[in-house]
């Protein structure tokens, strides 16, 4: 039982003495570094309420007041190892570092670090481990951030040499850019009130700060007075942990857009603590301690001995704890998860926040392993840019330009109609800006651009003008009229997607009206072969009336009844021939044909004249009229390139000029040097003022722009047109800032705006609406269409002139003849001239007779007297019927002498 019982009191003895081991642990801290300190001390005092170890550690701490006196510094530490050290935190001053990790590396004590420095280029020693990430992570999770950001350009803050060398990491790390990046250095002694104001001044809008807290809450606080906390702002602050920082209330009600990293478990984080020194120096103590512990369950004598810094001996166990450090990991510390990779160096754990308006958000993960990983709610970005739309009203610039703004002439209140100044607009940037607002439910106000350019770049000045240039100055949310996207401009601003599409063509006037040519049915021929048909036409009818009264086969027997005439007759007399060929000539033909073989020989080679020459004349008419209507001498750039006489060009500085001076068709470079070479200057300041010369120069100017403003002007001046098709396609789009955070947003509404058809019909309806020139009523509907090709009263005017004409002398011959009828009935019927001028009118006028009496004096006979009168009338009529067919010399000798003879042979015959 004795023996029993001693035993048990030296087993619970030997407990006793394993639970009251002592660790001794040192820290070295300056003055000044109090925070380091409590949090150092706390987590000693935090380790002891753990009774699962059978150990204790205890703080040895040496304050050091001065870097410079290293003697001093030396003869402390020499001190603090004599009593055993199982492990010393290192000081943060390099001087006093340097001295320490001297004496701990001969010595093999390990050497704990938790605040940044520049790792040593040559190979670190076995017992130092530093629990701050390592710069080639920090540069490296800032680069990628800032690759996710698409900063085409920014300006570097920057305070400490420490952040000056890892900004350059993250330079290379990043890449080249299109444009230069702008590095300022601040420190605690100099006035960086004037950097602020030239930054705020300045079009770079995009801050990397890589600045100590202090520095950086009073940057933003200076900032904030030169309006650098705007929404259009963009800031990436390296710190690790954005939300230990004390800017929350600067922040808080702006709408600026801030980057940041999160690092610690908040949490777990207690008020005391305020800087990731703290929290490193808390974790690397826990950490420390659990290396211990691992290393005492192995049953390795971890105590140490008194060392001296003038002996060689060393700590027995200090490689092994600096061993099983880095090869320990921690999941659960303040500042997440704690691991080093084979080379002794901490991999950082990123969350990558954004502040967004009153709150921070976790937006994206980022690890050494998978980079940035987006781990931001969808709808996150939209509660954020809603929030921002009902609170905010933008501003949207913009430049007068038909239909897209223009202003109210009449005073009556429309509908979308906006106040600038003392007038008011409207137009189809109007109508869109309100349909967007009414979608994204935003308020907005328009402004008129003062120098009225759309934007161009001018490399002497490095500048831009107009729209863009009120972008970059962010003196206006939005730009919206007809401004083009180009490259230049979508490097310099951001582009909805488009809301029009469109391309270059080229705008020319109609041909002028000419005078109405009465004989331009003459054209097809010379006036030579007019000529020269008439004289064939006189050549031939003589030739026919010689010919015939050579040939024997065209005399024949006037009187059929008589077969044995005295005299024969021939029909081809001159007026007849005359009659025939004018009847071939006209395709029409005639009662009188030839009967002899030469005569129709003559016909025969007449009428192929005819034939060839009616033909030739029908096709060139045609050819003729078509050419007339053509008038139009370009139809395409290539025409206008091929020829000199008439001048062309385009809006100085826009879009559609920078088309031409950058284009690598060699019909476009022959245009450019066209139009720039040009005296005096084919480029207009404006639109207008391009119309105008079109519209004023008589068909010796074209002038290239947008086919959208094309159709329009067209639709305003009747006297314009559209010639050829589209140089290039391009688009129209709202700008606004380089990665502004409402890009998404309007360009979604633009699209919902295309799919539901409103685009089209606002187009439609504002290009409908175009208030004509009073002269476009009556010559639009000639401009094109089916009645293109209509013939004018101008085009056959003369055939009817010569139709009325040709009627008019008819009538004239028929009043002639009429005249000389009742001279002949007056004097054979011995009456009164007047007598016979009413009986003979009176009858013409009666169209409802139809017999009409020999003579005038048997009128008023007896109804028997008057059907033989009729009857005579009849047979009197048909005989002069009959006898224009034969020589009007021998019927006036039939009628006077042997008219009696004739009917007595005739009644025989038929007898």
Same mark, same amino acid.
């Given at each position: 039982m004795n023996i029993i019982f001693l035993l048990t009191i030296l087993v619970l003895f030997n407990i006793c003495q394993c639970y009251s081991s002592i660790l001794k642990v040192g820290g070295i801290f300056h003055s000044g570094e109090l925070n380091y300190y409590n949090a150092f001390m706390t987590a000693i005092e935090n380790l002891k309420k753990d009774r699962l170890t059978t150990f204790e550690l205890e703080a040895r701490i040496i304050w050091i007041n001065?870097?410079?006196?290293?003697?001093?510094?030396?003869?402390?530490?020499? *001190?603090? #190892? +004599? $009593?055993?050290?199982?492990? &010393?935190?290192? @000081? +943060?001053? %390099?001087? +006093?570092? =340097?001295?320490?990790?001297?004496?701990? /590396?001969?010595? =093999? &004590? @390990?050497? &704990? =670090?938790?605040?940044?420095?520049l790792r040593e280029k040559l190979k670190e020693q076995r017992t130092v481990l530093n629990f701050y990430p390592d710069n080639k992570y920090i540069s490296k999770a800032i680069a990628d951030v800032l690759k996710s950001l698409s900063w085409k350009s920014f300006t570097v803050i920057y305070d400490t040499d420490d952040a000056l060398i890892r900004i350059q990491d993250v330079l290379q790390l990043h890449g080249p850019l299109d444009s230069p990046i702008t590095i300022r250095h601040i420190s605690e002694d100099h006035d960086y009130l004037p950097l602020l104001k030239e930054i705020s001044n300045s079009t770079d809008w995009n801050l990397l700060l890589d600045l100590n807290p202090t520095n950086l809450e009073k940057v933003l606080i200076e900032g904030k007075k030169f309006g650098m906390l705007k929404d259009y702002y963009k800031y990436l602050i390296c710190y690790l942990d954005m939300k230990l920082l004390p800017i929350f209330d600067e922040l808080n009600g702006t709408y600026v857009n801030i980057t940041g990293f999160q690092m610690l478990q908040h949490e777990k984080l207690s008020a005391e603590i305020t800087t990731i020194e703290e929290t490193i120096i808390y974790d690397a103590v826990q950490h420390f301690k659990e290396a211990l512990y691992v290393l005492s369950t192995k049953d390795v004598n971890i105590q140490p001995k008194p060392l001296s810094c003038d002996k060689n001996e060393k700590y027995h166990a200090g490689t092994d704890i600096a061993t099983?450090?880095?090869?320990?990991?921690?999941? *659960?510390? !303040?500042?997440? $998860?704690?691991? %080093?990779?084979? =080379?002794?160096?901490?991999?950082?754990?990123?969350?990558? &926040?954004? %502040?967004?308006?009153?709150?921070?958000?976790?937006?994206?993960?980022?690890?050494?392993?998978?980079?940035?990983? !987006?781990?931001? @709610?969808?709808? /996150? #970005?939209?509660?954020y840019t809603d929030t921002i739309f009902a609170s905010k009203t933008f501003i949207v610039t913009t430049k007068i330009g038909e239909p897209y703004m223009m202003e109210v002439k009449d005073a009556t209140s429309g509908e979308n109609q906006v106040i600038i100044g003392s007038k008011r607009y409207e137009g189809y940037c109007v109508d869109l800006m309100h349909k967007i607002g009414q979608l994204l439910k935003f308020k907005h106000t328009f402004e008129l651009v003062k120098d009225n350019n759309y934007g161009s770049y001018d490399p002497v000045k490095k500048s831009w003008n107009g729209l863009v240039k009120r972008i970059l100055d962010r003196k206006a949310d939005f730009a919206i009229c007809d401004l083009t996207i180009t490259f230049d401009r979508k490097k310099a601003v951001d582009f909805t997607m488009p809301f029009m599409t469109l391309g270059i063509s080229i705008l020319f006037s109609h041909p002028e009206d000419k005078e109405p040519n009465l004989f331009s049915f003459l054209s097809p021929l010379s006036t030579d072969v007019w000529m020269y048909m008439a004289t064939a036409y006189l050549a031939v009818s003589l030739m026919l009336f010689f010919q015939a009264r050579m040939a024997p086969g065209e005399w024949g027997n006037p009187h059929p009844c008589n077969s044995e005439a005295d005299e024969l007759e021939n029909n081809f007399n001159l007026m007849n021939s005359m009659w025939l060929t004018m009847g071939s000539l006209m395709q029409q033909g005639s009662d009188i044909l030839p009967q002899a073989p030469s005569i129709r020989m003559v016909a025969g080679m007449w009428w192929f004249f005819v034939l060839i020459m009616v033909s030739s004349y029908t096709a060139n008419l045609a050819a003729f009229l078509t050419a007339d209507k053509m008038d139009v001498s370009i139809n395409s750039a290539d025409d206008l390139a091929k020829q000199t006489k008439i001048k062309y060009g385009s809006l100085n500085g826009g879009s559609t000029s920078s088309f031409f001076q950058h284009s690598n068709h060699s019909t476009y470079q022959r245009m450019w040097t066209a139009m720039s070479d040009a005296k005096p200057s084919v480029f207009t300041s404006t639109n207008h003022d391009g119309v105008e010369r079109v519209r004023t120069g008589k068909r010796g100017y074209a002038f290239l722009m947008e086919s959208t403003t094309i159709e329009y002007t067209v639709q305003k001046y009747c006297g314009l047109t559209q010639v050829g098709g589209l140089l290039d396609s391009k688009g129209y789009g709202i700008a606004m800032p380089l990665n502004s955070p409402y890009r998404t947003a309007i360009s979604g509404a633009v699209l919902k705006l295309q799919e539901s058809g409103e685009l089209g019909q606002l187009k439609e309806h504002w290009w409908k609406k175009v208030e004509s020139d009073p002269s476009c009523t009556t010559n639009r509907g000639s401009s094109g269409g089916a009645d293109a090709d209509a013939l004018k009263m101008s085009n056959v005017g003369g055939v009817f002139l010569v139709l009325m004409c040709g009627c008019g002398v008819s009538f004239l011959i028929a009043l002639c003849e009429f005249i000389w009828n009742v001279r002949k009935v007056a004097v054979e019927e011995k009456v009164t001239p007047w007598k016979a001028l009413i009986v003979e009118l009176r009858f013409a006028v009666n169209i409802w007779t139809e017999s009409k009496p020999v003579k005038i004096t048997q009128k008023n006979s007896s109804t028997s007297s008057e059907e033989n009168d009729g009857f005579k009338r009849a047979t009197s009529t048909a005989r /002069?019927?009959?006898?224009? %067919?034969?020589?009007?010399?021998?019927?006036d000798k039939l009628d006077k002498e042997n008219r009696t003879y004739d009917k007595k042979i005739c009644n025989s015959s038929v007898k």
């Open positions: 001065t870097t410079s006196d290293s003697f001093k510094t030396s003869t402390e530490v020499c *001190n603090l #190892v +004599t $009593e055993g050290i199982t492990g &010393i935190f290192a @000081p +943060t001053q %390099f001087q +006093t570092r =340097e001295v320490v990790l001297s004496i701990c /590396s001969k010595l =093999e &004590i @390990p050497v &704990i =670090e938790y605040a940044y420095h099983l450090l880095r090869e320990l990991s921690m999941t *659960n510390g !303040l500042t997440g $998860e704690l691991q %080093f990779d084979k =080379e002794g160096k901490r991999i950082l754990y990123l969350s990558v &926040i954004s %502040f967004q308006h009153h709150e921070y958000v976790t937006t994206h993960k980022w690890s050494v392993g998978e980079g940035l990983q !987006l781990i931001k @709610p969808a709808d /996150s #970005v939209k509660s /002069s019927l009959m006898g224009s %067919f034969l020589r009007i010399d021998v019927m």
